[in-house]
Each structure stands twice: as structure tokens, then as C-alpha cells.
């Protein structure tokens, strides 16, 4: 397994997230690589700006290459990013599953610098909304009319008898 402390790593997901901002993106970058040897397996910046998709964060983009190349999960790799990862990305890396997330800025690090946040959160208040109740959440969410009843989770039911 790779060393945390590998400064090489760290700073190529800072020159990445530099090289973005001089391009005209936002300063975030991400480097997966082999946790074993040490290899980059690849490179991923922030692609919000320039495609106008909110969910190309950095960590997003990484693993949607990633898996245009087959490559299903990020088990046996360690991920290099420019700062701790946003609840998105966040939630993205547990299910992609690496052996670990490096992060060269803290949360408040970057706040001090950068502000992102949007109609329903800040920085400093996205990691805290998801631990409220969904009806005390500053983003409305309410169960539509269909969603009561046993045909609410038959989806899930015919899935599980497929897949097991």
C-alpha cells in the first residue's frame, strides 16, 4: 500500500487542480491510483464549468472514466484529491469503495478560500443536512401521492428475485 504521505501524489492532484483553474474549471483534481504499486491508473479535474454538469466533480469524473474502462469499483486503489471530498463525491467514493481517500485541504481550509455552495447549502452547512429527518432538510423533499402501498417497493422486491 501507498505511503499518505506520499507528497508526490498529493502535489500532482494540486498541479491538476492549478492547471483547471488556469483553464478556466474549479480547483479540484483527483489521481486513483494502484494502492499496491503506486501506479496512477488516472487523472480526473472538476468539469463543472466547462460541461455545465453540477455532478462532474473531479471524484465523479474519475470514476465514470474509470468505468468506461471496465473498471467496476476503486478496490485495491488509493485516491489522491485536491481537498476532502464533498457529501456527493463523498457518498460516490464510499460505494466505488478504494482503500483509502488522501485529501491535501481540510473542509475548513478550503472554506476559508472557496465557497461553492448553492440555492439549499454552503460549505459549511452541506455535511450537516444530511443528518436531519428529510422534512427538516433546506432542500423540500415530500412523498408523492403513488408512494404509499405495497407497489412503492416492488422495484426493489423483482430486483432482489433476479439478482438475489
Request: aromatic share 8%.
Amino acid at each position: 500500500m501507498t505511503d499518505a504521505s506520499r507528497p508526490d501524489l498529493v502535489r500532482r492532484s494540486l498541479d491538476l487542480a492549478l492547471a483547471n483553474v488556469e483553464a478556466g474549471g474549479k480547483p479540484f483534481a483527483c489521481v486513483v491510483v494502484d494502492a499496491a504499486t503506486g501506479e496512477v491508473l488516472h487523472e480526473a479535474t472538476n468539469q463543472v464549468s466547462q460541461t455545465g454538469d453540477v455532478t462532474a466533480h473531479a471524484e465523479i469524473t474519475a470514476i465514470r472514466e474509470l468505468a468506461a474502462t471496465g473498471r467496476t469499483d476503486l478496490a485495491g486503489c488509493d485516491v489522491y484529491v485536491t481537498a476532502y471530498p464533498c457529501p456527493m463525491c463523498l457518498g460516490a467514493l464510499y460505494y466505488a469503495a478504494p482503500e483509502r481517500v488522501v485529501y491535501a485541504a481540510s473542509r475548513e481550509e478550503e472554506g476559508e478560500h472557496y465557497e461553492d455552495g448553492g440555492r439549499y447549502m454552503s460549505l459549511a452547512t452541506f455535511y450537516d443536512e444530511y443528518a436531519k429527518a428529510p422534512a427538516e432538510r433546506a432542500l423540500p423533499a415530500v412523498r408523492g401521492e403513488a408512494g404509499e402501498g405495497p407497489e412503492v417497493v416492488e422495484p426493489f422486491r423483482r430486483w432482489t428475485a433476479r439478482h438475489g
